[in-house]
Every structure is written in C-alpha cells, then in structure tokens.
C-alpha cells in the first residue's frame, strides 16, 4: 500500500498521444511551446497539483519505489523520474501563471520539440509497461565537470568515483595536490 495514493503524473491524460492537442507542434499561432520547469527542492508534485488546478498541461514521469521501513513492513511511493523537472506545452501567460505558483526555480525552453516529445512518448511506454525501472545518471568516473551551482560555482574537477545513488566523489587538484567533496549529480555539469 501506498504512503500516499498515485498522483497524475500527465495532464490532460491525452497530452502525448495528440488526443488533447498535437504536443509535437507548437506553431507561433498558437505561441505554446514546450519548457521544462526546474523546481524548488522536492516540491514537483506541488507544483504538479497547481498546474492541474490551473488546466496547465504538463507531464512529470512518477515511477515506483519499494523502501523497506525500520519495522521490515514494505512501502510503496512513487518519486519523480527526472526528480526537479516538470515538462509543460504552455504559452507565455500560462508559464507566468506556472512561475507564481512559487515553486519554480528556473525554466528551461526545449529546442526541438518532436524529439523531445518522442522521447517523453518513450518514457511513458516505458512507465506503463510496468517494469523495473532506474534512473541513470548521465556522470561517469573519470569525467570532467564543473561545479554550476552553491558556493563552490565554478570550481572544476574530476569525477574519481560514484557512492550511491547520485552522490559523487570529485577530486580537485591544486598546487600538484589534491582534495575530494562529495556532489550531487545535479550540482554539477560535464565540460
């Protein structure tokens, strides 16, 4: 049983089939295009419930994750795919009305919108084929990255190893010498 029940995680229900409306084509007529809602910490189904109130259409793949509580009874939640992004086919006054909801740290426009449709398409088949499914992190050991975020912007290192799920160990060198911090994955960005 689930923490919480299942939010929808696509709305309208018809948004990437083209049942609602064509998502692959966003024509100036219409001036909606597709963007990509970077949000504050942990508040993507927040603004989820917002943009559905606000018959904003939007999808925010949710997948299933299986945790086992200290007493060894199992529970179901479901957690963002892409945990930060909510993908939304909106105009200019819908992404304003998206931005007031305060929960929006940054938006990003999708440049080729068929593709990314495509891929958003797969992602769902993916969902609703119920199988395992992991995300994977796009960081390998022995890349290098530069620190895009908090108070270490800037800096750039070297990728020396992967602990858990997101977490990454990255070596900095200076002066022939060396120190290690441990990142998140988002923090940071390849070169």
Do not use: C, H
């Not at 923490?3 to 709305?11: A, G, N, T, Y």
């Not at 958003?120 to 995300?135: A, F, Q, W």
């Not at 290098?144 to 799920?165: D, W």
């Amino acid at each position: 049983m689930p923490i919480l029940p299942r939010q929808r995680d696509i709305f309208p229900p018809g948004l990437l089939d083209g049942t609602a409306i064509d998502p692959a084509v966003a024509t100036p007529a219409d001036g909606r295009g597709w963007i990509a809602f970077y949000t504050l910490s942990r508040r993507e189904k927040d603004l989820m419930r917002k943009l559905e109130a606000a018959s904003i259409p939007f999808y925010a793949p949710l997948i299933k994750r299986r945790l086992r509580s200290p007493g060894g009874r199992t529970r179901l939640s479901f957690v963002p795919l892409f945990p930060g992004y909510v993908f939304s086919l909106v105009d200019d006054e819908q992404r304003r009305a998206a931005l007031a909801t305060n929960t929006v740290a940054r938006w990003l426009p999708v440049g080729d919108a068929a593709a990314f449709v495509g891929d958003l398409r797969n992602i769902k088949r993916l969902i609703d084929s119920d199988e395992p499914l992991t995300p994977e992190a796009r960081l390998e050991a022995g890349q290098t990255v530069r620190v895009r975020s908090g108070p270490l912007r800037g800096l750039e290192g070297t990728v020396v190893k992967r602990r858990g799920g997101q977490r990454l160990v990255v070596a900095i060198r200076f002066l022939n010498q060396g120190a290690s911090i441990e990142l998140e994955d988002v923090d940071l960005e390849p070169l």
